[in-house]
């Protein structure tokens, strides 16, 4: 059973239209996390929350936003995507900050038109 | 950031075991060293961890050298399954520490 999921699995947004993706874990987690990956390269941390509080990478670009309205879910925001930012965003979990495992979820693909 | 170096590509034969290296010179005291794996279109999944004993799993073993200073991950009878890209990431046990991926080993098992 998929514990950490991811909705669309495919999302396919025009240049310049907010696009929202979401993420909701069966787990019970405290820590949700949110990465960017592009073709063939290593997925890359943009934010995490914990609990409520809110972690921004120093390099996440401001286009990219976040919420957590309670612990199952978050989603990620991107206010004005661009074409760079076509990309499989992946979502994972943890119990919490000394976890040693992270629940990834399966990514959406993010295409953009 | 990364603190890992992993070769980009390898190759392993269907049964044998597989021996993936990872070079973390810069690893401090306090820092774990995890493998994760991504199978293609697949969110990555945890495989092992150690901080300096050799750890060994259903999954794989981990070797880690006696300095620290390099790790390697051992999946003893590769299966066709295991092709993936496989993460080496070194990683402090302690709050606010996240997990940073390196640029990875993409393993191919060969028939």
């Known amino acids: 059973d998929a514990m950490v999921i991811q909705n669309p699995r495919y999302q396919v947004t025009q240049f310049g239209k907010p696009v929202t993706l979401s993420c909701s874990q069966t787990?019970?987690?405290?820590?949700m996390y949110w990465y960017q990956q592009k073709s063939s390269q290593a997925p890359k941390l943009l934010f995490h929350?914990?609990?409520?509080?809110?972690?921004n990478e120093a390099d996440t670009p401001d286009n990219f936003q976040s919420r957590r309205p309670n612990t199952s879910f978050c989603f990620l925001d991107i206010r004005s995507p661009g074409l760079g930012d076509a990309a499989m965003y992946l979502c994972?979990?943890?119990?919490?900050?000394?976890?040693?495992?992270?629940?990834f979820g399966q990514g959406t693909r993010l295409t953009v038109v | 950031d990364a603190k890992t170096t992993q070769p980009p590509s390898m190759d392993c034969a269907e049964g044998r075991a597989a021996n993936l290296p990872c070079n973390h010179s810069?690893?401090?005291?306090?820092?774990?060293v995890y493998w994760y794996r991504q199978i293609h279109s697949q969110g990555p999944q945890y495989i092992i961890h150690?901080?300096?004993n050799n750890e060994t799993n259903e999954m794989a073993s981990l070797i880690i050298t006696e300095d620290r200073k390099s790790s390697t991950l051992i999946l003893p009878h590769a299966t066709l399954r295991d092709t993936a890209v496989y993460y080496c990431i070194v990683r402090v046990l302690d709050t606010g520490n996240q997990f940073y991926f390196g640029t990875g080993t993409s393993l191919t098992v060969i028939p």
């Open positions: 787990l019970n987690h405290n820590v």
């Open positions: 150690g901080l300096k």
């Open positions: 994972a979990t943890s119990r919490d900050r000394i976890a040693v495992e992270a629940f």
């Open positions: 810069t690893i401090s005291g306090n820092e774990y």
């Open positions: 929350y914990y609990d409520k509080d809110f972690n």
